[in-house]
């Protein structure tokens, strides 16, 4: 959740200018004036009484201020015990005046004791009310609302335009039925939901879709972010929801997206200590307030988009507000496809470009990671001085999307290459010697800018949406067989696995504590999920005596599929020795040479290269 400062109110800030506007009269503007009077000495000021040279003179108790003719400066000498002075100022026709410095720069000292400071208040209250407005925020704009229209835009985008996510556009499609002709739903007494929480992980496209139904309707579409309702001025979040909802209504039939909502929609704070999130509660009450203030039918569609549904304050979920929720999740193996055809339409491709390939390689990706991976291969294929993206390039983007670029200066030595390729092709022949592990895609020992100096790809065949017993202990297998490849074949371990080690330990855990695998706890749950969607947010909930247990049983666990690959290694040492040695000096193999390499031991071993290391 996000930290709210403490906000202050903005009288806070006026007080702090007139203040210094207030010390700057007292004690800097004397120094300014005293910084124009130039000393001079009483010899010199008789001179030029004698040369008439003065225009007008005031004698004080203890200094004489005088200026010359057509000269604004002020000059100062001291007092002297001089009775002919009067007679010979009068006979130089010098005038006699009061308040000299006063009189001879009125307008500078204006400038200086009012106009200045108060250039500098307003440079004072620009900034801090830039700060608090927010990006692009306008300092005289603050308490409105900053949202973005797109109206009418000339490519709205289109239902179309959002590739997989079938469920979540048929649900979001009455919406833009109900856009386009509200008094259908009037007649009958039908009311719309006020607000729709659109729900999934990051970059699956939530956004995009409440555009889709903007554009779909032909309605204006108000764009704001949660966070940019917080504001560093208590009450000015909750005044942007007013303006917000104001100009919506004018606007009316249209669509406002609040995007992240969690920022102002988290769970209100109930203890004592609730002072630091005074503006984001008060922000939080006014949007609460607007949604019931309005009519379900005044063609207002509120969407809001977040990634932790659970921080949601329950209030934003009861019905009459946020009462419908649209699953956004990653898309499968098809919807993968269909996003990488969609963003490949906007870049040059050549025809030998197999989308499921990708797609199979880039399991788990988000719809703005297949965007990413698509205009990466395309940035390589403009590297490369081609007109057409290849499949190639698709390949190399997915690693540089999920592994980082290729670490050209990272020299490892022989002896580490070698470990490298026996760690990989360790997980790899883990991997294919267990039937029901995924088979392998792609091997490497390049160095990637991510710190990997080697990975083994897996492909998943088609969707998988249940793992049994047997693939998760087939995993846990693979993450160990690098290690189990060095112990074979070194006889010593490497820092190599610590990626491995971690996935290994998470895959055991969630088997014990959450999928109820264990003899011993059965079915019960010992941990839960906090947040579904952004990753591995498990808290435990059970003794600290169980937890105990429980470490002890991912470490058995552990050890036995660890034990497992060491034996499998062992048995088949002959072919991670070829295999290794193959990898070692082709630095790439993919999925089918490692196969190929497998199967054909008898007829291949003499034409793989063996490297003396
Ligand atoms: P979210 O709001 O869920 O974080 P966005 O809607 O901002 O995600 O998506 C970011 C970018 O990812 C989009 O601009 C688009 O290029 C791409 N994208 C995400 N999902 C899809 C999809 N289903 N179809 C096509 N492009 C998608």
């Known amino acids: 959740m996000p930290e709210n400062k403490p906000k202050k109110p903005i009288i806070y800030y006026y007080a702090v200018v007139m203040l210094i506007l207030i010390l700057?009269?007292?004690?800097?503007?004397?120094?300014?004036?005293?910084?124009?009077?130039v000393e001079t000495t009483y010899n010199v000021f008789i001179k030029e009484i004698e040369n008439d040279e003065i225009d007008q003179v005031e004698v004080q108790s203890n200094q004489i201020l005088f200026q010359k003719k057509n000269d604004e400066t002020v000059f100062r000498t001291g007092k002297m015990n001089d009775p002919d002075l009067t007679a010979r100022l009068l006979e130089h026709d010098v005038k006699f005046k009061a308040d000299i410095i006063e009189q001879t720069s009125p307008w500078i000292s204006l400038l200086v004791s009012w106009l200045f400071p108060i250039m500098i208040a307003t440079i004072l209250l620009r900034v801090l009310m830039n700060r608090g407005a927010g990006s692009g925020g306008n300092p005289f704009n603050l308490g409105k609302s900053n949202a973005r229209v797109y109206q009418g835009s000339e490519q709205p985008i289109r239902f179309k335009d959002v590739a997989g996510e079938d469920e979540a556009k048929e649900n979001l499609q009455e919406i833009v039925t109900y856009l386009h002709d509200p008094s259908k739903y009037q007649t009958i007494g039908a009311t719309m939901p006020k607000g729709i929480l659109l729900v999934g992980p990051p970059g699956t496209g939530k956004t995009m879709l409440a555009k889709a139904v903007a554009g779909e309707s032909n309605v204006p579409f108000f764009s704001i972010s949660g966070s940019e309702f917080v504001?560093?001025?208590?009450?000015?979040?909750?005044?942007?929801?007013?303006?917000?909802?104001?100009?919506?209504?004018?606007?009316?039939?249209?669509?406002?997206?609040?995007?992240?909502?969690?920022?102002?929609?988290?769970?209100?704070?109930?203890?004592?200590?609730?002072?630091?999130?005074?503006?984001?509660?008060?922000?939080?009450?006014?949007?609460l307030t607007e949604m019931d203030g309005f009519e379900g039918n005044n063609g207002v569609v509120i969407l809001a988009a977040t990634n932790r549904p659970e921080s949601l304050d329950a209030a934003l979920l009861r019905p009459g507000r946020f009462d419908r929720r649209v699953p956004v999740e990653l898309p499968d193996l098809k919807g993968r496809e269909e996003i990488l055809r969609v963003h490949a339409k906007k870049v040059k491709t050549s025809n030998d470009i197999d989308y499921n390939v990708i797609a199979r390689m880039a399991s788990g990706a988000s719809g703005a990671e297949l965007a990413n991976i698509v205009n990466e291969a395309a940035l390589r294929a403009v590297r490369e001085n081609r007109s057409t993206v290849t499949q190639k390039d698709m390949e190399e983007s997915i690693e540089v999307v999920f592994a980082g670029y290729q670490k050209k200066n990272a020299i490892l030595t022989d002896a580490e290459k070698l470990r490298v390729s026996y760690h990989e092709v360790g997980h790899a022949l883990v991997a294919a010697l267990q039937t029901d592990s995924a088979p392998v895609q792609k091997i490497t020992i390049i160095p990637r800018t991510s710190g990997a100096l080697g990975y083994t790809m897996q492909v998943e065949e088609g969707n998988?949406?249940?793992?049994?017993?047997?693939?998760?202990?087939?995993?846990?297998?693979?993450?160990?067989?690098?290690?189990?490849?060095?112990?074979?074949?070194?006889?010593?371990?490497?820092?190599?696995?610590?990626?491995?080690?971690?996935?290994?330990?998470?895959?055991?855990?969630?088997?014990?504590?959450?999928y109820g695998m264990s003899d011993d706890f059965d079915m019960v749950a010992m941990a839960s999920i906090n947040n579904r969607y952004l990753g591995d947010d498990v808290s435990l909930a059970c003794s600290d005596r169980t937890a105990a247990a429980i470490d002890a049983r991912v470490v058995r666990l552990v050890r036995t599929q660890h034990e497992k690959a060491r034996k499998l290694l062992e048995d088949h040492k002959d072919d991670l020795d070829r295999i290794s040695r193959y990898l070692y000096e082709k630095e790439t193999i993919t999925g089918e040479e490692?196969?190929?390499?497998?199967h054909k031991k008898e007829e291949d071993d003499n034409t793989v290269p063996f490297i003396q290391a």
Do not use: W
């Open 594 to 598: 490692f196969m190929n390499i497998l």
């Open 24 to 37: 700057m009269n007292l004690f800097m503007l004397p120094q300014i004036r005293q910084a124009q009077i």
């Open 464 to 514: 998988h949406y249940l793992y049994t017993k047997e693939e998760l202990e087939n995993r846990i297998a693979t993450l160990t067989g690098g290690r189990a490849a060095e112990e074979v074949k070194f006889g010593t371990i490497s820092t190599g696995a610590s990626n491995d080690i971690e996935q290994a330990t998470k895959v055991a855990r969630a088997m014990i504590s959450m």
């Open 231 to 287: 504001e560093m001025f208590v009450g000015m979040g909750a005044s942007k929801v007013r303006d917000l909802f104001k100009t919506a209504k004018e606007k009316a039939p249209c669509i406002v997206f609040i995007d992240e909502i969690d920022a102002i929609g988290g769970k209100r704070n109930t203890g004592a200590l609730s002072g630091a999130n005074d503006e984001r509660e008060q922000t939080l009450n006014q949007l």
